[in-house]
Nanobody, 116 residues
Framework: QVQLVESGGGLVQPGGSLRLSCAAS????????MGWYRQAPGKERELVAS???????IYADSVKGRFTISRDNGKITVYLEMNSLKPEDTAVYYC??????????WGQGTQVTVSS
């Protein structure tokens, strides 16, 4: 059974930092491209960042220079370090594991709220 369990969300003031974690089980983690997506109220889910099996990364323009995605294959975990957070970063953040376009899994999501 595949499980992706996110943690690390919460309430933070503008300019603050959070680190999200996604612990995976039931997959050959090192083979998967891991991604973080987010969905704000009334908006579509969007890619925030991804890291493939060779640790090549992709970032949305809106988070470049502020967010860093990383993976630890030994701990079967992917991280999203978020700095200089803005109110517009408020969303539910979802972990995604993708092997090929037709084989992918989602976590349950973790809420990130940036507000003073």
């Amino acid at each position: 059974q595949v499980q992706l369990v996110e943690s690390g969300g919460g309430l933070v003031q503008p300019g603050g930092s959070l680190r999200l974690s996604c612990a995976a089980s039931g997959i050959m983690f090192s083979m998967f491209t891991m991604g973080w997506y987010r969905q704000a109220p009334g908006k579509e889910r969007e890619l925030v960042a991804s890291i493939d099996s060779s640790s090549r990364t992709i970032y949305a323009d809106s988070v470049k220079g502020r967010f860093t995605i990383s993976r630890d294959n030994g701990k079967i975990t992917v991280y999203l370090e978020m700095n200089s957070l803005k109110p517009e970063d408020t969303a539910v953040y979802y972990c995604n594991a993708r092997l090929v376009p037709s084989v992918y899994y989602w976590g349950q999501g973790t809420q990130v709220t940036v507000s003073s």
